[in-house]
């Protein structure tokens, strides 16, 4: 939930890693895009408002009809 807003995408991941403000501005520029849970934003009282540019609110509905039915891969954690 916190990758969804500005200057949370930030440091080294590990030794010889590339950045991950780089890592996270080549995923916006490649088209990517963050599904951000609505609950989990809710139970925080965030403000979806202040998302990064590719950042938006969706559950598992979209988030399944984004992928489907073919096999595919999600990073979620």
């Given at each position: 939930?916190?990758?969804?807003?500005?200057?949370?995408?930030e440091?080294?991941?590990?030794?010889?890693?590339?950045?991950?403000?780089?890592?996270?501005?080549?995923?916006?520029?490649?088209?990517?895009?963050?599904?951000?849970?609505?609950?989990?934003?809710?139970?925080?009282?965030?403000?979806?408002?202040?998302?990064?540019?590719?950042?938006?609110?969706?559950?598992?509905?979209?988030?399944?009809?984004?992928?489907?039915?073919?096999?595919?891969?999600?990073?979620?954690?």
């Open positions: 939930v916190h990758l969804a807003f500005p200057g949370n995408a440091g080294v991941a590990c030794d010889g890693c590339p950045p991950l403000e780089r890592l996270f501005e080549q995923f916006a520029q490649g088209g990517g895009e963050l599904l951000v849970c609505p609950i989990c934003v809710s139970s925080r009282k965030l403000d979806a408002d202040a998302f990064v540019a590719n950042a938006r609110l969706a559950g598992a509905t979209p988030m399944l009809d984004w992928l489907g039915d073919e096999a595919a891969t999600v990073f979620s954690y």
